[in-house]
T-cell receptor
Framework: ETGVTQTPRHLVMGMTNKKSLKCEQHLGHNAMYWYKQSAKKPLELMFVYNFKEQTENNSVPSRFSPECPNSSHLFLHLHTLQPEDSALYLC?????????????FGEGSRLTVL | GESVGLHLPTLSVQEGDNSIINCAYSNSASDYFIWYKQESGKGPQFIIDIRSNMDKRQGQRVTVLLNKTVKHLSLQIAATQPGDSAVYFCAENIYSSASKIIFGSGTRLSIRP
């Protein structure tokens, strides 16, 4: 148990569906991150939020829309995805962005796009 | 550039032996490096870190070595145990407009009994 909880753990969706991934951290951290993990590729940083403000968008397609209503919650809204978007989506948190490399990861949401 | 790579995708070691996992990075300006371990079905977990003003740091059964001259990072695991089976990622902290952690592609460590 890392203190970072992701739901759902598994999601199957069609290309026209709209779904959301949720991340919640109980660590009192102020920075939250979305990473994408595909087979045989490095973890790809997607978005960073620091004190609820987005500080990084790593050229992510607009069909992925993040939302950070407060420092404890992070969402990733999904719309009209492609099969190549199938991957493990990992949420992480840290004290503040840049303070340390110790990111606390959730167990991920495995997404399959049909 | 912003890339962190690993020399080998897989490493197999005998239980009880020492393991050495290597990593090369390309960004000379990176000042902070981290090793993560990812077990099957779990998210990555922090193991150990090192700042660029150091060349060695030790933890419990793990040692990280940093050679800035050749931009090389290594993780040494002493007396490898079955529980060490996992994928190991090196990562670097890159600061442009803001700090971000960039991961390498990972090395899968397997333990032979």
């Amino acid at each position: 148990e890392t203190g970072v909880t992701q739901t759902p753990r598994h999601l199957v969706m069609g290309m026209t569906n709209k779904k959301s991934l949720k991340c919640e951290q109980h660590l009192g951290h102020n920075a939250m991150y979305w990473y994408k993990q595909s087979a045989k590729k490095p973890l790809e940083l997607m978005f960073v939020y620091n004190f609820k403000e987005q500080t990084e968008n790593n050229s992510v397609p607009s069909r992925f829309s993040p939302e950070c209503p407060n420092s404890s919650h992070l969402f990733l809204h999904l719309h009209t995805l492609q099969p190549e978007d199938s991957a493990l989506y990992l949420c992480a948190s840290s004290q503040v962005q840049g303070s340390t490399g110790e990111l606390f990861f959730g167990e991920g949401s495995r997404l399959t796009v049909l | 550039g912003e890339s962190v790579g690993l020399h080998l995708p897989t490493l197999s070691v005998q239980e009880g032996d020492n393991s050495i996992i290597n990593c090369a990075y390309s960004n000379s300006a990176s000042d902070y490096f981290i090793w993560y371990k990812q077990e099957s079905g779990k998210g990555p977990q922090f193991i150990i870190d090192i700042r660029s003003n150091m060349d060695k740091r030790q933890g419990q059964r793990v040692t990280v070595l940093l050679n800035k001259t050749v931009k090389h990072l290594s993780l040494q695991i002493a007396a490898t145990q079955p529980g060490d089976s996992a994928v190991y990622f090196c990562a670097e902290n890159i600061y442009s407009s803001a700090s971000k952690i960039i991961f390498g592609s990972g090395t899968r460590l397997s333990i032979r009994p």
